[in-house]
């Protein structure tokens, strides 16, 4: 997975990532104080549901407490039997398999694109058998995966699909936002995301039909949200859940960070640019590539990654950077190879999965990251290509 996060130790350290306060972050949280509610499901948490709710036009937005909650809430959701698949790539992060197999069914890992690490549309049909359940896609680095063919052979099958939006939060699919394709989807205010609140989630629900089962689930499965609403007379056990609501103080630094999301989206995507053309001229020369990027997909400053020629050259492009105080950092390690899973897998091999985890590497984004940084970061990269 990721290399250990290393800390800016001196000024002249260019960290990978860095939480940065954009707003009203700390003056949100002490209004959550003073207003005596710091528990889950109070004025904060219904703000920040009521922006996802319009912005993505999902029928119900519920903050967890990560991405990986609004998974395992997905997991609940989506009704699995012990034995049924579920499609996955194995170029990903084990929140994704772990939701599905805690609920006893059975990731089954399809390789990713040639060049993006999205699941390979071409490569899905194959791997359909009639155990298959449900369909996750990753929109790796806010680049939309091709969901037309997805969602149409999910209806043909009768599969449910579960968008991972962890990285895709203001990016679009042929005009339409992510997150608002399949019937589920999950995102996450990680500090390594755009959006953050340190740890924080939230499952967005496109089909009316889960909306009540995903508020009880929310609430322990009780009947408390409807309690809350004045729909019920008392709260009771009426299905399973856990406690995955987000506290007031996640919710209420969150809601700062989503006042903000143009400023923050913007200063993203202009670091971004500037990464783009300040390679561009080795970019042309062939020694790296960008992730592709296809004509129904928008790109959303979630990350600036190059695709190496080897995993030598990576290796070595990490090392240099790294010598010289500039944290880069490579991704995900194939599920399908890891110690959990190895043992289990009896697919084929998946070439480009492994290519992405043996060439990729990250470079330093976040809001506070300056001009004055990433043209350094680019001077150095340069230099390893000479
Ligand atoms: C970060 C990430 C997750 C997990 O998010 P948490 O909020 O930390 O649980 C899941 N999927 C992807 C693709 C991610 O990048």
């Given at each position: 997975m990721n290399t250990r996060p290393i800390k800016?130790?001196?000024?002249?350290e260019i960290a990978f990532n860095h939480p940065t306060i954009v707003g009203k972050e700390m003056e949100y949280i002490r209004q959550a104080f003073a207003k005596g509610k710091i528990s889950g499901n109070g004025e904060f948490t219904w703000r920040c549901q009521v922006f996802f709710e319009r912005m993505l036009g999902c029928k119900r937005a519920l903050l967890t407490n990560s991405c990986t909650d609004a998974l395992e809430m997905a997991a609940l959701l989506a009704n699995l039997q012990q034995g049924d698949e579920v499609i996955m790539p194995?170029?990903?992060?084990p929140s994704i398999p772990n939701a599905f197999i805690l609920r006893g069914a059975v990731p089954v890992f399809v390789d990713s694109e040639a060049r993006n690490p999205n699941l390979d549309v071409a490569r899905l049909?194959?791997?359909?058998?009639?155990r298959t359940k449900a369909i996750v896609v990753i929109h790796y680095a806010g680049v939309a995966c091709d969901m037309d063919p997805i969602m149409e052979l999910a209806r043909q099958r009768g599969l449910i699909v579960i968008e991972d939006c962890a990285h895709a939060i203001d990016s679009f699919y042929k005009g339409r936002p992510l997150?608002?394709?399949?019937q589920l989807s999950a995102f996450s205010f990680h500090e390594?995301?755009?959006?953050?609140?340190g740890e924080g989630g939230m499952l967005a629900v496109?089909?009316?039909?889960?909306v009540e089962r995903a508020e009880i689930m929310w609430e322990k499965g009780t009947n408390r949200v409807a309690f809350s609403r004045g729909a019920v007379s008392k709260y009771n056990w009426v299905d399973i859940g856990a406690s995955y609501l987000a506290s007031e103080i996640t919710a209420a630094f969150l809601l700062a960070q989503l006042e903000e999301m143009d400023s923050i989206q913007s200063r993203r995507k202009a670091a971004c640019s500037r990464y783009a053309e300040g390679l561009s001229h080795e970019r042309a020369e062939g020694k790296f590539d960008y992730l592709s990027m296809p004509g129904y997909a928008t790109y959303n400053g979630n990350m600036f990654a190059l695709l190496c020629r080897s995993r030598a050259e990576r290796d070595g492009l990490i090392s240099h950077l790294c010598e010289r105080s500039i944290n880069a950092t490579f991704h995900y390690l194939p599920l399908h190879e890891s110690p959990y899973f190895a043992s289990k897998y009896s697919g084929p091999v998946l070439p480009n999965c492994v290519r992405h985890a043996e060439c990729l590497v990250r470079l330093p984004l976040y809001f506070s990251l300056t001009e004055e940084a990433i043209d350094r970061v680019i001077a150095e990269v340069r230099k390893f290509f000479p």
């Open positions: 800016a130790e001196s000024k002249h194995s170029y990903a992060f049909e194959r791997h359909l058998t009639p997150g608002s394709i399949g390594t995301k755009n959006i953050i609140s496109n089909d009316p039909s889960l």
